[in-house]
T-cell receptor
Framework: GQSLEQPSEVTAVEGAIVQINCTYQTSGFYGLSWYQQHDGGAPTFLSYNALDGLEETGRFSSFLSRSDSYGYLLLQELQMKDSASYFCAVSDTGRRALTFGSGTRLQVQP | EPEVTQTPSHQVTQMGQEVILRCVPISNHLYFYWYRQILGQKVEFLVSFYNNEISEKSEIFDDQFSVERPDGSNFTLKIRSTKLEDSAMYFC????????????FGDGTRLSIL
């Protein structure tokens, strides 16, 4: 089966940098995705890593280490609107189904 | 920007009744998905659909569930005989056909079973 672990909650202040970690276990790993979800809203795609290294998209970056079964999402210059839940999700080779982690609730404080 | 649209936004149904949740995926997308999220929990995969047939399904997607693409734009999830534990937010998603394509989610239908 598949399992993902990420912290349940993270708090940071406006303008700061925060890192949300994700470790995973799966038999046929293909890629790691990150989604943002505001309360009552839809998951919104942020980033995807299939290869080791860092992917940067504006204020958000995502990192993957396949050998360590580990990835993280880095949010820079935090804004109040970044307060949301962040989910890592894995996809396996040959499959498109996403298996989501339990989510990390980020609270940005002034 | 094109988006996935879902109707209704909220559906209240008596236990044992049938419900149909509707989705209009993004027009050039070829893969369609249903996920559900029980309140306060993680998003769970139900089923994916490609080329007019189910390509993958999870253990959750048992005989009470079915999906259909009745025309060129709609994608539906039918729950035949609803149970209390079917109460959840149901999200439709779609993606392009190539590898590594992100899945774009609709705003969801909140299903409440009484």
């Amino acid at each position: 089966g598949q399992s993902l672990e990420q912290p349940s909650e993270v708090t940071a202040v406006e303008g700061a940098i925060v890192q949300i970690n994700c470790t995973y276990q799966t038999s046929g790993f293909y890629g790691l995705s990150w989604y943002q979800q505001h309360d009552g809203g839809a998951p919104t795609f942020l980033s995807y890593n299939a290869l080791d290294g860092l992917e940067e998209t504006g204020r958000f970056s995502s990192f993957l280490s396949r050998s360590d079964s580990y990835g993280y999402l880095l949010l820079q210059e935090l804004q109040m609107k970044d307060s949301a839940s962040y989910f890592c999700a894995v996809s396996d080779t040959g499959r498109r189904a996403l298996t989501f982690g339990s989510g990390t609730r980020l609270q940005v404080q002034p | 920007e094109p988006e996935v649209t879902q109707t209704p936004s909220h559906q209240v149904t008596q236990m044992g009744q049938e419900v149909i949740l509707r989705c209009v995926p993004i027009s050039n997308h070829l893969y369609f998905y249903w996920y559900r999220q029980i309140l306060g929990q993680k998003v769970e995969f139900l089923v994916s659909f490609y080329n007019n047939e189910i390509s993958e399904k999870s253990e959750i997607f048992d005989d009470q569930f079915s999906v259909e693409r009745p025309d060129g734009s709609n994608f539906t999830l039918k729950i035949r005989s609803t149970k209390l534990e079917d109460s959840a937010m149901y999200f439709c998603a779609s993606s392009e056909a190539g590898p590594n394509q992100p899945q774009h989610f609709g705003d969801g239908t909140r299903l409440s079973i009484l």
